[in-house]
T-cell receptor
Framework: DADVTQTPRNRITKTGKRIMLECSQT?????MYWYRQDPGLGLRLIYY???????NKGEISDGYSVSRQAQAKFSLSLESAIPNQTALYFC??????????????FGAGTRLSVL | DQQVKQNSPSLSVQEGRISILNCDYT??????FLWYKKYPAEGPTFLIS?????DKNEDGRFTVFLNKSAKHLSLHIVPSQPGDSAVYFC???????????????FGKGTKLSVKP
């Protein structure tokens, strides 16, 4: 089983709909992240959380919200989806230790299409 | 403004030869650098990293070189294999840079094709 699991893997939705992407991890890491990838643009950070009570905006947080329900779960919501939110979304985790904090481990991604 | 740049969108190499992927950065406060590999329909996977206190790190066929004065790092794959065909992302972080908290800044990626 994957250490970082994202659901759903694919989703098609309509403009204006609310949608939630979920992420769960079994690595025991405190830190979790949400990224989006667009063709030719690499990965850009949307939100990150260093523990259950700590939520921070990333580079491109507008139009998104997150919830850290537990150490192992971090969900991303689009309150009212718009077509330019069509992208590949990745969840990632990292540890807190001196050696583990630098390396992030990614889920397989969710491909979202907003029509 | 891009802080981490991978100026070559693609690279094609013959099997058995060396692949060299390049990455430039602009923020002198970056102190940790990573390379990730990504296959289609999968998430990025960590490949190799280097701290700014070093200039070289090696792991099997993969070696990362860091030139701090030039703000440049490169990933060497020797020998290249068809299974190395993937998109490679360079990433950097700055743990001692105010406010960044060590978050990774990614380049746009380079697609490597290794031909048999």
């Amino acid at each position: 089983d994957a250490d970082v699991t994202q659901t759903p893997r694919n989703r098609i939705t309509k403009t204006g709909k609310r949608i939630m992407l979920e992420c769960s991890q079994t690595k025991g890491h405190d830190r979790m992240y949400w990224y989006r990838q667009d063709p030719g643009l690499g990965l850009r950070l949307i939100y990150y959380s260093f523990d259950v009570k700590d939520i921070n905006k990333g580079e491109i947080s507008d139009g998104y919200s997150v919830s850290r329900q537990a150490q192992a779960k971090f969900s991303l919501s689009l309150e009212s989806a718009i077509p330019n939110q069509t992208a590949l979304y990745f969840c990632a985790t990292s540890g807190n230790g001196f050696l583990t904090k630098n390396i992030q481990y990614f889920g397989a991604g969710t491909r979202l299409s907003v029509l | 403004d891009q802080q981490v740049k991978q100026n070559s969108p693609s690279l094609s190499v013959q099997e058995g030869r060396i692949s060299i992927l390049n990455c430039d950065y602009t923020n002198s406060m970056f102190d940790y650098f990573l390379w990730y590999k990504k296959y289609p329909a999968e998430g990025p996977t960590f490949l190799i990293s280097i701290s700014s206190i070093k200039d070289k790190n090696e792991d099997g066929r993969f070696t990362v070189f860091l030139n701090k004065s030039a703000k440049h790092l490169s990933l060497h794959i020797v020998p290249s294999q068809p299974g190395d065909s993937a998109v490679y992302f360079c990433a950097a972080s700055a743990w001692n840079y105010g406010g960044s908290q060590g978050n990774l800044i990614f380049g746009k990626g380079t697609k490597l094709s290794v031909k048999p």
